[in-house]
């Protein structure tokens, strides 16, 4: 059965390469966990700097991850956002968002208020995208 799961690992060198993989697909799906604002490649660098550079980074980020398996922003199909401090938050978010899928199709969404996340991030999202044809 493994046989039929793809793991896009994370970069080496990274914290995140030791816990989990960046991307799973099993067959026409891709599931993407924990999207956060951190670069890619060094994961032990600052985060970007307020909601919109953080939202900005992670648009990147789930970019880049989605084109490692064959998909891109248009192949969405779920996104859930977690926010800290959600009603300071969530306008600035949505407007990042908004801008960017301006003309796309746009994925089911919902946005979470949480306490807190990892290294003080004030957003991150989990996604499921349609991968091939």
Known sequence: MSGDIQRHAPAEG???VL???DVVVAGALAW???VGPRNLENDRTF???GMEG???QI???LETLLARCGSGLDGLVSVRVHLVDFERFEERFRH???KRFRD???PSMSVIGVEALPRGALVELDAVARVGG
């Open 19 to 21: 816990l989990r993989s």
């Open 47 to 49: 985060l970007p700097d």
């Open 32 to 34: 993407l966990n924990g």
């Open 59 to 61: 648009l990147a980020n």
């Open 54 to 56: 953080q939202a900005q």
């Open 96 to 98: 990042v968002w908004a």
């Open 104 to 106: 796309l199709p746009k």
């Open 14 to 16: 990274t914290a995140r």
